[in-house]
C-alpha cells in the first residue's frame, strides 16, 4: 500500500467504505478498520505498517491543514 486510494481499496474488499464528510474523521475510522483487520489476520504486517503510518502522517498533515485555515 502506497497511498490512502490504496487503503480505500483495501477496505472495499471488505466491504467497508468511510464517507463522513470529515476527512479527518473518516481517516480516524479507516485507521480503526485497519487495526481490527490487521487483529483478524486478515493482512501482513508489512502491509499493516504501512497503512498506519500512511494514515496517520495523512491525519497530521489534515490537522495542519485545518490550523492554517482557522
Excluded at 8 to 32: C, H, N, P, S
Aim: with cysteine.
Amino acid at each position: 500500500m502506497k497511498t490512502i486510494y490504496d487503503i480505500q481499496q483495501f477496505l472495499k474488499k471488505f466491504g467497508t467504505i468511510i464517507y463522513v464528510g470529515d476527512r479527518e474523521a473518516g481517516l480516524e475510522l479507516m485507521e480503526d478498520e485497519i487495526q481490527e483487520l490487521y487483529k483478524s489476520q486478515c493482512m501482513t504486517q508489512e502491509d499493516y505498517r504501512m497503512a498506519i503510518l500512511l494514515l496517520r502522517s495523512e491525519i497530521v498533515r489534515e490537522k495542519d491543514r485545518k490550523r492554517k485555515e482557522g
